[in-house]
């Protein structure tokens, strides 16, 4: 008897798309119809040693008609990675299973031998469809390990903020040790230090002029581009940030997480409102002195109260004109949950969003050259303090 792993995910997987094993004997055990492929998960966080003996799931699967127990661990990884990006900027799980077989033979269960996969990592993240199951996480995107889809040519103000993540753990390619910016002025590199630990598997390199740490002058600073290195071995594409100048409209920054579990940052510099609706429940009190010797009322009585007044505040927002090579982040704003609007950056301070606008009709350069679009949010803190 002889049990093995056939189908396994990559090294590093986007929880929450498909993360398959595949487990087959190659002896007939599996003819009796009490027969069971057992999976035992084990997650953790920490170091890559730090996985406790007593699993944490125990998943059973019966043989399907090619006699194989196929296994998908997304909703019980993704599960575990609740982090909100803002608060965990490295939110990955290690994680594994032992596999074996059981079945019924006159009322005592037969096991078979255990069989138990390598370590793998789970990242906050979504694949896309047309890419394969188990597809190496580097073939991604264009620009990994940078974790973004891109464009390859951004747009920044010298005022800006910001920083994006670099995957700096194993993925089953090179390693990067640095950030590499280029520039009109010369260049500068960004130093990076992975660990094996969950907490040392991404990193944060800054994007924004104004950003702590921005390892360029911003004097004569006329664009920069970032790219990924192993040493003095380019990985991935870079991007390039050309600076322009501030726009007569208040400038309003927004950064949302994107499909690697990290966040995209976009300067929405043309027209905006925002939007105060109030919400008020009322009800008829009973008036006039019911308890008293005599009837009377109050001059301030009222015959409509309200018991809450609760309110929702709005933003609606103009990108500049734009590439079509920016549709793909703004597809990946529109199912963002984790949305945030950057009304100080000098000071840091931020408001959750979610966005409204649930379509948009997507144009391309070759109708249409440059591009601008509107979009719909609802700030998630309402003016009043109620919990």
């Known amino acids: 008897m002889s049990l093995s792993i056939t189908q396994t995910p990559a090294l590093v997987s986007l929880a929450q798309s498909p993360i398959i094993f595949t487990v087959s004997e190659n002896t007939p055990v599996y003819t009796s119809s009490s027969f069971q492929y057992i999976g035992e998960l084990y997650y953790w966080t920490g170091s890559l040693t730090n996985s406790s003996s007593v699993p944490d799931y125990t998943i059973v699967k019966f043989p399907n008609n090619a006699n194989v127990g196929i296994f998908d661990l997304n909703r019980i990884i993704n599960s575990t990675l609740s982090d909100l990006a803002q608060s965990n900027t490295s939110n990955v799980k290690y994680y594994a299973v032992d596999f074996y077989w059981q079945y019924l033979s006159s009322s005592v269960y037969v096991t078979g031998s255990h069989v138990k996969s390598q370590t793998y ?121 050309e600076i322009v100048c501030t726009q007569k409209y208040p400038n309003v920054r927004i950064k949302w997480k994107n499909r690697f579990g990290q966040f995209d940052w976009m300067n929405f510099n043309m027209i905006n409102r925002q939007t105060f609706e109030t919400d008020r429940k009322t009800y008829q009190p009973q008036l006039g002195s019911w308890e008293s010797s005599t009837f009377s009322y109050n001059n301030y009585d009222s015959a409509t109260l309200a018991y809450i007044v609760d309110s929702k505040q709005g933003l609606t927002v103009n990108t500049n004109w734009l590439s079509q090579d920016y549709n793909d982040i703004l597809k990946q704003l529109l199912v963002a949950d984790e949305i945030y609007w950057i009304y100080d950056e000098g000071a840091g301070l931020l408001r959750p969003l979610t966005i409204v606008t649930q379509n948009i009709q997507f144009k391309t350069g070759v109708v249409d050259k440059l591009i601008q679009y509107t979009f719909d949010f609802q700030l998630g803190q309402p003016y009043k303090l109620i919990m």
């Open 121 to 241: 990592k789970a990242l906050d993240g979504y694949g896309v469809f047309q890419e394969p199951i188990s597809q190496n996480i580097t073939a991604s995107s264009a620009h990994w390990p940078l974790m973004t889809s891109g464009p390859a040519t951004q747009s920044a103000f010298l005022t800006n903020e910001g920083v994006s993540g670099v995957y700096m753990g194993t993925a089953g390619g090179t390693q990067p040790t640095k950030v590499l910016y280029t520039s009109n002025l010369g260049n500068a590199d960004f130093f990076i230090s992975p660990t094996t630990a969950t907490t040392g598997q991404i990193a944060q390199y800054p994007i924004g002029p104004s950003e702590s740490g921005f390892p360029l002058s911003t004097v004569g600073l006329e664009y920069f581009t970032v790219q990924a290195y192993a040493t003095s071995t380019p990985l991935g594409s870079p991007i390039k940030y």
